[in-house]
Every structure is written in C-alpha cells, then in structure tokens.
C-alpha cells in the first residue's frame, strides 16, 4: 500500500504550517497549511520533553500509521499537514487516535481552528 502523501523534511516547511491553521487533540495538535500546489504532504514532530529516543520514535511510527488510514481520504489537497505529539498521545487507544484524527480534518476542512497560543511570557534579564 503506498501512501497518498508525501513527507516534509525541511524545517522550513513544518515553520510555514505553524503559521496555518492549528487543532489541537489530546494526543496530538495538528497544523494544516495550504502549500501552493505540492499536494498532500505530512510532517510529524515529537519534542523530547515526551521521553526518550525509543519512546518518540514508536509515537512517530503510530503517527505514520494513523496517517495512512486516514490522510488519503480526508486530507486537504494540496495542503501541509504536521502532527504534534503531546503527552499522553502515545498511551491512547489507536481508535481513539483515529477518531480524533478524523474530527481534527474535519474541523480544519471547514477552516475552523483553535485560537492561537499564548505567548509564553519572555524572560526577564
């Protein structure tokens, strides 16, 4: 089975999808931005702060996996998809993954994102 996407690898690229629209799951925060033609494309990004090596990358391969089910039917064409790891999203069932991967396209389908971040208040000197 090949997927329907292609994998952004440039970090220039997973800085143009944080300016896109944002969802944010328990599991996971998803970024979609239009990408000016390129297709469907997904990046995933798992900080360390989740754990180690083996366990970001086993909470990558779940992404990857979860993406294949659900990206090729309900990905926004021509649009740049990065998913966000967050604590917690590794212990969650796969089908609850799923479902909230689903709602997430949905939501950004219909250009409803969550509002943006707070800024972190800047260190004083």
Not at 33 to 44: E, M, Q, V
Not at 62 to 69: C, D, P
Not at 103 to 124: F, H, I, T
């Amino acid at each position: 089975m090949t997927a329907d996407f292609t994998t952004l690898a440039k970090r220039a690229d997973f800085l143009a999808a944080n300016k896109g629209l944002r969802v944010a799951r328990p599991g996971f925060v998803l970024l979609a931005a239009p990408n000016s033609g390129k297709g469907k494309r997904l990046g995933i990004t798992v900080t360390k702060k989740i754990g180690n090596a083996a366990v970001r990358n086993r909470m990558k391969r779940r992404f990857r996996a979860l993406a294949r089910e659900v990206l090729p039917e309900l990905g926004l064409a021509d649009t740049d998809h990065v998913l966000i790891g967050r604590e917690g999203g590794l212990e969650r069932d796969f089908a609850l993954l799923r479902a909230e991967l689903t709602a997430a396209l949905l939501r950004a389908r219909e250009g409803k994102g969550d509002p943006p971040r707070r800024r972190r208040p800047s260190p004083s000197r």
